[in-house]
């Protein structure tokens, strides 16, 4: 990482002790991890069956968690990324959808936060509460956490990198917590390490299918996904470190939270590239 960036990081090791930033930051897409854990807690209680299609989606929860439902992205728009900066408001939800291609044959690996808005939604049916409430209740207060879900451009005022300072968190349809580095490691330690959720719901959080994206410039050498989780190997020299955990990237920040046997890191940047943050995560889990 360059010396002119921002850079939040904490370390947990063994001992389950974090030490590290405690600076306000977006966690853009480990966000879906949250997703993925609040959804096997309501399957835990029978509100929720991880198999069986949605009503006007043809596509179950498990194929939404693991982006294989065939669903566009929104991220294909080139309107999208100019409205966002332009720093406009977000579309209407509908609006958005409205603009997608067509959805395509489910079962490939293909990344789609359309996915995730609509695991969200179905959050909100089940709780009869607004995604911001439920999440808070599901996970981040069982969890021990002080981060919350961001909903408008205020919510963005803690963030130490200016650049997030004037993003509106509406733009991530599925939903953007917004905390610390130390909170986001202490959240993925708990739901991979803790009795958070049943070992039935952990074991298929990290049961990965391959999948084969770029990465180039990045440190994996083998890549998968689970249930909301990037899986798989990154490469410090000669080591290789099986990882779960989650990469995530917005306009004006980056990054990479993971978990690898007995230890955690969270490394997030002010570079909005991800690559420079999941380096830094091997590195130190190297160190372990």
């Known amino acids: 990482m360059h010396s002119n960036e921002m850079s939040l990081v904490t370390e947990i090791d063994r001992d389950g002790a974090p030490l ?53 992205d929104y991220g ?24 997608l291609p067509p959805s395509f044959a489910a079962g490939n690996f293909s990344y789609s936060n359309v996915g995730y808005l609509h695991l969200r ?12 409430m439920a999440l808070q209740d599901l996970v981040l207060v069982p969890l021990g956490l002080s981060a919350r879900v961001a909903y408008d451009r205020a919510a ?16 991530v349809y599925h939903g953007l917590v917004v905390g610390t580095a130390t909170d ?30 770029p990465t180039v410039g990045r440190p994996w050498s083998t890549t998968g996904y689970g249930l909301g989780l ?3 190997t990154m490469a410090a020299g000669p080591q290789r470190i099986a990882v779960a955990g989650h990469s995530a990237g917005g306009p004006g920040s980056a990054g990479a939270v993971y978990h690898a046997a007995s230890r955690t890191v969270a490394v997030f940047t002010a570079d909005p590239s991800e690559a420079p943050a999941e380096h830094e995560v091997c590195k130190r889990l190297a160190q372990g």
């Open 121 to 132: 939604r179905l959050i909100e049916r089940a709780t009869n509460a607004p995604f911001a």
């Open 156 to 171: 963005m005022a803690a963030c130490v990198n200016p650049a997030d300072l004037i993003y509106h968190p509406g733009w």
């Open 76 to 99: 294909w728009l080139p309107t999208y990324h100019e409205a966002v900066r332009r720093g406009d408001d977000p579309w209407p939800e509908d609006t958005m959808l409205a603009a």
């Open 184 to 213: 986001a490691a202490l959240a993925l330690r708990r739901i991979l390490a803790s009795d958070f959720l049943a070992p039935s719901s952990r074991a298929a959080m990290q049961l990965a299918r391959p999948v084969a994206v």
């Open 20 to 72: 590290g930033s405690s600076a306000v930051t977006p966690w853009w897409s480990f966000t879906k991890t949250l997703i993925a854990a609040a959804t096997m807690r309501l399957v835990e209680r029978r509100k929720v069956s991880v198999d069986s299609d949605l009503d006007g989606i043809g596509a179950s929860p498990r194929a939404l968690l693991q982006h294989r439902a065939g669903l566009p």
């Open 230 to 232: 990037m899986m798989g």
